[in-house]
């Protein structure tokens, strides 16, 4: 009768242990979620703001420049990140840097290069962060869909966070409408971050 109580109560303290532990993992990932949030927005913000530095360098011709401006702005409208409007300016990115010659004739500018580089940075800098939210989305929808955590409500009114799918990639795609693997303006390796 007495091992039956202490294997009752052991076995009450292990479970215990165990749900703790489960509750604390899930918090910690909707925390992981939450920061890669913020360094994905941070990371769209510098994108903008460069290709907005782009559109007003008067390194571009008029056209092109009130096409990367009016997608910048958009990008960057009240509200949070807008996966449209990310996508838009990527691709209005991606048209002005494919034209012919046109990294030929910016790059003899002053200032061009400079530009050119950051703003292949900052893309790299969207393509890591989307791919490390997604990630930790991916990690915590998971975690959410086990059967303890479902069953106990362990995730509580926390929302089940959503990914984050934009078309980042500023060199032309494989055919399947998301672009290259990387981002990048060249072939070669990626820009240090």
Same mark, same amino acid.
């Given at each position: 009768?007495?091992?039956?109580?202490?294997?009752?109560?052991?076995? !009450?303290? =292990?479970?215990?242990?165990?749900?703790?532990?489960?509750?604390?993992?899930?918090?910690?990932? #909707?925390?992981?979620?939450?920061?890669?949030? !913020? @360094?994905?927005?941070?990371?769209?913000?510098?994108?903008? &703001?460069? +290709? %907005?530095? %782009?559109?007003?360098?008067?390194?571009?011709?008029?056209?092109?420049?009130? =096409?990367?401006?009016?997608?910048? #702005?958009?990008?960057?409208?009240?509200?949070?990140?807008? /996966?449209?409007?990310?996508?838009?300016?990527?691709?209005?990115?991606?048209?002005?840097?494919?034209?012919?010659?046109?990294?030929?004739?910016?790059?003899?500018?002053?200032?061009?290069?400079? =530009?050119? &580089?950051?703003?292949?940075?900052? &893309? #790299?800098?969207?393509?890591? +962060? *989307?791919?490390?939210?997604?990630?930790?989305?991916?990690?915590?929808?998971? @975690?959410?869909?086990?059967?303890?955590?479902?069953?106990?409500?362990? &995730?509580?009114?926390?929302?089940?966070? /959503?990914?984050? /799918?934009?078309?980042?990639?500023?060199? !032309?795609?494989?055919?399947?409408? *998301?672009?290259?693997?990387?981002? #990048? =303006?060249?072939?070669?390796? $990626? $820009?240090?971050?």
């Amino acid at each position: 009768m007495l091992t039956n109580v202490i294997l009752i109560v052991v076995a !009450a303290i =292990l479970v215990g242990v165990y749900v703790s532990w489960r509750a604390g993992r899930l918090d910690r990932l #909707h925390a992981r979620v939450e920061a890669a949030r !913020a @360094a994905l927005d941070a990371a769209l913000v510098r994108r903008s &703001a460069v +290709a %907005l530095e %782009l559109a007003a360098g008067g390194l571009l011709d008029p056209a092109t420049s009130l =096409l990367i401006a009016a997608a910048a #702005h958009d990008a960057c409208a009240p509200g949070g990140p807008d /996966e449209r409007a990310q996508s838009d300016l990527t691709r209005a990115l991606r048209a002005a840097l494919s034209q012919p010659g046109f990294r030929t004739a910016l790059a003899s500018r002053a200032g061009g290069d400079e =530009l050119l &580089a950051e703003l292949e940075a900052a &893309a #790299h800098q969207v393509f890591l +962060a *989307r791919k490390f939210y997604n990630d930790a989305v991916a990690a915590t929808r998971s @975690a959410r869909r086990r059967w303890l955590v479902r069953l106990l409500r362990l &995730a509580g009114g926390a929302p089940v966070p /959503e990914f984050f /799918e934009i078309d980042d990639s500023l060199i !032309a795609g494989n055919g399947d409408g *998301r672009g290259a693997d990387m981002p #990048h =303006l060249t072939t070669g390796s $990626p $820009p240090a971050a």
